[in-house]
């Protein structure tokens, strides 16, 4: 067993540097190095990550599959799928509502908005508007309650992103236990929903990196967590449209909340965040340039934000059995920045665009 352990640690040290043999790497990793914590262990969220790792990532250059000389080379990602934003995509995300058509729609919307009054009223959050031709200074507009500072505004984010993580595991929990049960295919669902949850867990480990929180708040997260986790499970049995829908509502508020967190970082108010580096975990996971900060980091968690919004309302637009269309590519930010879901027709019709794109690069 230790053997195995060993050897796979080499094999990781190997996908970076692609220096030693195999064995050697694995040698050293047992005698040499230091003892378990530097590569076995789990890393701090802020820890200094190379690209790739735990294996290549998406944008890394296409690495050779052969094995010369004993030398190691590893192919994949350490994260699922996940988009790299352009500098036009992150700045073409709008605040959206979709208008509730049905009574299932009507339920979902008060289901969020009950749920938003309750992260607004745990996390203290509040967006009292500042009175015009108000001349207060920065400490003034905080005290009057008009401004939140950083450590209020990590309050309110550390906390939406561990609920956030939860419907996507759920609803990729019960269409692969469906699938196993029934014996059927599951028509491309369950990896989008997994990369949902993914990337909101990896807005909690990102945000994690600014601030420690006490025992008050872990106990305050584990006991949500206890209770909506059950409540969704139970929901998405009963009627997982429903829950795409509510989920749908949960996202527009959460890209109305982070674009108010950029207008008050850009109208300089957040001061500690507006020049702060961007976490490591941030540059290696949205592939952000080397001087990049929290505006930048900010944009990209947004912009995911905003395809969650825009996948759960087409989502809800769908019968359960029917193809997901979003299970071999995404539209790009212009489109689900500005457009709030397909209907099930403008589904139909990127299934069928993306079967041709794939039947066009089949070798024949
Ligand atoms: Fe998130
Ligand atoms: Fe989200």
Redesign the pocket.
């Known amino acids: 067993m230790l053997a195995v352990v060993a050897c796979r640690a080499g094999l990781r040290r190997g996908a970076v540097s692609s220096a030693a043999p195999l064995f050697a790497s694995a040698r050293r990793s047992i005698t040499m190095g230091p003892p378990r914590q530097d590569k076995l262990t789990t890393k701090k969220s802020d820890e200094q990550a190379f690209p790739g790792t735990e294996g290549a990532h998406i944008k890394d250059q296409p690495r050779s599959t052969e094995i010369a000389n004993n030398k190691p080379e590893v192919t994949g990602d350490w994260v699922l799928f996940h988009p790299v934003y352009s500098p036009e995509e992150l700045r073409s995300v709008e605040v959206l509502h979709r208008e509730a058509k049905t009574a299932s729609d009507k339920f979902a919307v008060a289901f969020a908005k009950v749920l938003r009054w309750g992260f607004d009223l745990v996390s203290g959050y509040k967006h009292k508007p500042i009175p015009p031709g108000a001349n207060m200074s920065l400490e003034e507009l905080q005290k009057g309650g008009y401004v939140m500072t950083e450590h209020d505004w990590l309050n309110r984010i550390l906390f939406?992103?561990s609920i956030?993580?939860v419907p996507g595991m759920v609803g990729a929990t019960l269409r692969h236990l469906k699938s196993l049960r029934l014996m059927r295919r599951d028509a491309g669902w369950i990896h989008t929903l997994l990369e949902e949850a993914e990337?909101?867990r990896m807005?909690?480990m990102t945000f994690m990196t600014l601030r420690n929180p006490g025992i008050l708040f872990r106990a305050l997260i584990l006991g949500a967590q206890g209770v909506f986790y059950n409540i969704f499970f139970f929901s998405y049995l009963l009627s997982p449209r429903t829950c795409h829908r509510f989920v749908g509502h949960l996202e527009e508020e959460?890209v109305l909340t982070y674009t108010r967190c950029i207008k008050e970082m850009e109208a300089g108010r957040l001061p500690v965040w507006v020049d702060h580096p961007a976490p490591e975990i941030a540059k290696d996971y949205w592939r952000l340039r080397p001087n990049a900060t929290m505006l930048d980091v900010i944009y990209a968690?947004r912009s995911?934000?905003t395809t969650?919004r825009f996948v759960n309302h087409s989502l809800a637009n769908l019968k359960t059995d029917d193809i997901n269309p979003f299970a071999l590519r995404e539209p790009n930010m212009h489109v689900k920045g500005r457009t709030v879901e397909f209907d099930r027709d403008a589904s139909k019709h990127y299934v069928e665009e993306s079967q041709e794109i794939v039947e066009k690069h089949k070798p024949h």
Do not use: I, P, R, S
């Open positions: 939406l992103e956030a993580g990337n909101e807005h909690l959460a968690v995911d934000e969650h």
